[in-house]
């Protein structure tokens, strides 16, 4: 397997997101953020690690660009932090905040690198987050806003768009769970959340579709091969309901299909108690592409215990099955089977895998990371892609997570995800086995 097995047009490329590379928390005019703040909570990312300086790619950025060409990609995807531009989530606009991202974008074109740029990758203004942040309805206006500016001022150079980055991990984990910022739990806010940020991906392909000519729209969805533990009844069920809100709760309303309530009576609850969410026109929009984000599958068993969804995940470790350093099962005929589930939509046009990776216990010795089981781990889910494809999926692109070692979220910078190693004290990058892998994969006829 070559990448030139994928077709000369298929697009590749790795990807970032702001919070998680560019440091400069602080300052050049940027407010803070909801993960600024989430990260001072004790106890909410390990070891008490924080974004601050992040990779500093906000200062590197020249660097860093230069790596993706180096490694031999053609796409840097990279998302623009919102309290950057805008420091308190409108109004004001940060012109230091504006020309970095001119910078970083002219820096993409210079090297004839593609970029890919997505609005809305977890970064809150933590300003909004004092109005009810994604539980409130007024986000949508602030987001439209946001997206507003961002099409106006980088749309005569930026043509490929994804409006939101994972909406189900923002909502669950940070306002329903309140493991991730802002740290919000319970089903209402969940499903506040949900509404608003379903509202929003649709608004947000609008507005780039009005303002950017020859646009390139995509929004992205993290999905999970879903498995029962058994075939009986019971675990049957509890499988489909944790489907519903892994994988269908909000691509099926970009599609004109509204939300899975059929499938699970809470959705239906919750659906006559938000008359907003009838609203199926609003939450609809026709996107150029769809991004997959895959990283695991999980197997579900009956659990009459857990509240509400009575669902819960069998360990991949409790099942003896190869997993990476965060516990994620490694299985590429997984990968293979949710490309087709998601293929199966007859109103999607095409399909990008917008993220896909893992991380290991790399060590940095003599300059050299050996990270065998990552290469191993993309050789796998890259030939189950392939086969997806040749059986006529229509999959266009596929982006590596991630170009370099980050903050990853509440892991902090404990699980590392990166084709280059990063020193987090000298901000030193170091290529890994697995980045000349990909250099080697790239350029093969």
């Not at 089981?373 to 590596?400: H, P, Q, W």
Request: net charge neutral; hydrophobic share 40%; aromatic share 14%.
């Amino acid at each position: 397997m070559k990448a030139a097995d994928f077709g000369a047009d298929f697009l590749w490329g790795v990807a970032t997101a702001a919070a998680q590379i560019e440091g400069a928390a602080t300052t050049h005019g940027k407010g803070p953020s909801i993960w600024d703040t989430f990260a001072k909570r004790t106890g909410k990312v390990k070891k008490g690690h924080h974004p601050e300086i992040a990779c500093n790619f906000y200062q590197q950025y020249k660097d860093d660009i230069a790596l993706v060409k180096i490694l031999g990609f053609k796409v840097f995807r990279f998302s623009i932090s919102w309290s950057r531009i805008l420091p308190l989530g409108k109004g004001l606009v940060n012109e230091e905040g504006i020309n970095f991202y001119h910078n970083v974008i002219d820096e993409c074109l210079a090297n004839e690198i593609i970029p890919y740029v997505t609005l809305y990758h977890w970064d809150l203004p933590e300003a909004l987050a004092k109005n009810g942040g994604w539980t409130s309805y007024s986000v949508n206006a602030d987001f439209n806003e946001f997206v507003m500016l961002c099409a106006k001022t980088y749309g005569n150079k930026v043509k490929n768009w994804i409006v939101i980055n994972e909406p189900f991990g923002f909502t669950s984990l940070g306002y329903m769970l309140g493991v991730h910022a802002p740290g919000e739990t319970g089903l209402t806010n969940f499903f506040a959340a949900v509404q608003h940020a379903t509202i929003a991906q649709a608004d947000g392909g609008r507005i780039l579709r009005s303002e950017v000519s020859h646009a390139n729209i995509g929004t992205t969805f993290s999905c999970s091969e879903i498995i029962p533990y058994t075939q009986n009844a019971a675990d049957l069920l509890a499988a489909k309901r944790v489907d519903c809100l892994m994988n269908r709760l909000f691509i099926e309303p970009a599609l004109g299909m509204g939300f899975p309530t059929a499938d699970w009576d809470v959705l239906e609850k919750f659906t006559v108690s938000h008359s907003a969410w009838r609203h199926k026109e609003r939450m609809t929009f026709d996107f150029d592409f769809i991004g997959l984000q895959n990283y695991f599958p999980l197997v579900i068993k009956f659990n009459a215990f857990i509240p509400v969804i009575q669902a819960w995940e069998v360990k991949a470790k409790n099942r003896k099955k190869a997993h990476t350093a965060m516990g994620w099962e490694i299985n590429a005929d997984s990968f293979y089977n949710i490309i087709k589930q998601f293929a199966a939509y007859p109103n999607i046009k095409n399909l990008m895998i917008t993220e896909n990776g893992a991380a290991f216990n790399d060590k940095l010795i003599d300059n050299y990371v050996q990270d065998n089981e990552r290469i191993d781990y993309f050789s796998s889910y890259l030939k189950a892609m392939l086969k997806a494809k040749n059986e006529g999926v229509n999959i266009t692109g596929y982006m590596a997570w991630t170009l370099m070692d980050n903050f990853e979220w509440a892991e902090g910078y404990q699980a590392r995800f990166g084709l280059v190693h990063t020193d987090f004290k000298t901000q030193q990058r170091t290529i890994k086995d697995s980045g000349y892998w990909w250099k080697s994969f790239l350029e093969q006829e």
